[in-house]
Structure formats: structure tokens, C-alpha cells
């Protein structure tokens, strides 16, 4: 007997296709199911959330007491003339005045030290008087005034010096000092 195509088959499958794929349709303005979800999803704690392991229900953890960012001198010389002298009798500066680090002092001198100190260290920048005015770096107090012992003062302050630490960072603070010596004539 000769076989017939079932056409009632044939039409009957994608229609039952269609059908199922209408019924099971699914909301595309939802995210779709997800399997595993370990991959997409790290069972690790994000740095700022808390958490319910750690101290103090941090994730990031404090350092160490005493941990030092990598590259960074520790400074360890309290406020007072007591300790600028120290300061001076055991710091050395660690650059030498050439013409790059003293381009780099000049920039930070005019901009952090110039508006108090004047542009060639007269004691004399533009918020003097208004501001209780520095010692001009030509005298002989100020000549013969140990390296570490401007780095004191510039790092912890003096008197009306405010510190600098926080907007000038150390090696800058020694170039800086390089050029005050250029100001200085030596
Ligand atoms: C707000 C004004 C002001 C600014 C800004 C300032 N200084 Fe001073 N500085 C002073 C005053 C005032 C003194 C005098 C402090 C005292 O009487 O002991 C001084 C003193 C000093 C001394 C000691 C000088 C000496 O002969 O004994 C140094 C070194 C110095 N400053 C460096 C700097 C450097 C470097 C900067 C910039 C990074 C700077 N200062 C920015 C006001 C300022």
C-alpha cells in the first residue's frame, strides 16, 4: 500500500509549535532565567559593604597599626623647636639642586610658599600685611637654618607657618627647600 503523507501531521506540528512557544512566551522586559549562578555572581564581599564575618562588620578591614603606604617616609618629629632642631641635626636632603629639581621647587614654592613668603623669599608676598609676615630668607637665622629643620617647619608648621604635609608632598618639600637655598643666593 502505498504510504500517504499525513498532511494533517504536517500541519498539526508547527501549529502545535506555535502554539506552545505563544503559551510559554516570556516577559522580555525581565531578565531571563539564569543557571548556574555562580559565574555571574561572586559569592565574594564587595570591599565597601558590610559583612557578617569580619570585625566590626566591615568588609575592608583597617591596616595593620603601623602599616606605611608603599614609597612613604614616616615622619617621626613632634611640633616645637625642640624637635626642628633635631629635625636639623638628622636629616639630610636627599636631593641634590640640579636644574630639574629646582625647576620643581620653584613651581611649588610659587604656588604654595610665594603668596606669604614673596616671590625671591622676601618675606613679603601679597597677603602680607594682612597675614603676620614670615622672616625674609635673607637673613643670616635664615641662611644658616638646617635643611631638616625647614622640612620641620614645613611639614609640622611653626608659629604662623602652617604645615604643608597635607597639600605638599615630602619630596617636594625637599625640592622646595632647594630652591629657598637658590632664593638664599647660596
Ligand atoms: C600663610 C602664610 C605662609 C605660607 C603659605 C607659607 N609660609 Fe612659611 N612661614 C610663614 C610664617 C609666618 C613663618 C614664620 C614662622 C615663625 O614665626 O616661626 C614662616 C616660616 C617658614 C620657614 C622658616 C624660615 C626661617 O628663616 O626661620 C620656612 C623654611 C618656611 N616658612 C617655608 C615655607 C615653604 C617651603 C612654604 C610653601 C610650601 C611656606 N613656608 C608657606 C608663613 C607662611
Not at 616645637?80 to 636639623?88: K, L, M, Q, V, Y
Not at 609676615?133 to 635643611?147: C, G, M, R, V, W
Request: hydrophobic share 35%; net charge positive.
Amino acid at each position: 500500500m502505498k504510504k500517504r503523507i499525513q498532511w494533517g501531521v504536517v500541519l498539526l506540528l508547527p501549529i502545535i509549535t506555535l502554539g506552545a512557544m505563544w503559551m510559554l512566551r516570556r516577559d522580555t522586559s525581565e531578565r531571563n532565567r539564569e543557571w548556574p549562578t555562580q559565574m555571574q555572581y561572586s559569592p565574594a564581599y564587595l570591599s565597601q559593604t558590610s559583612n557578617p564575618v569580619l570585625p566590626d562588620g566591615m568588609t575592608s578591614q583597617p591596616p595593620v597599626a603601623g602599616t606605611i603606604p608603599r614609597g612613604w617616609m614616616p615622619f617621626h618629629y613632634a611640633p616645637g623647636a625642640e624637635e626642628a632642631a633635631r629635625a636639623g641635626r638628622e636629616l639630610k636632603n636627599p636631593f641634590q639642586s640640579s636644574e630639574e629639581n629646582l625647576a620643581r621647587g620653584q613651581y611649588v614654592y610659587q604656588n604654595y610658599c610665594a603668596v606669604c613668603h614673596g616671590a625671591t623669599g622676601g618675606g613679603d608676598g601679597p597677603m602680607i600685611p594682612r597675614y603676620p609676615n614670615p622672616p625674609s630668607y635673607k637673613t643670616e637665622q635664615s641662611k644658616t637654618l638646617a635643611d631638616g629643620a625647614m622640612f620641620h617647619a614645613i611639614t609640622v608648621g611653626r608659629n604662623n607657618m602652617p604645615a604643608h604635609a597635607s597639600q605638599v608632598g615630602a619630596e617636594d618639600r625637599w625640592k622646595v627647600i632647594l630652591y629657598i637655598r637658590r632664593l638664599q643666593g647660596m
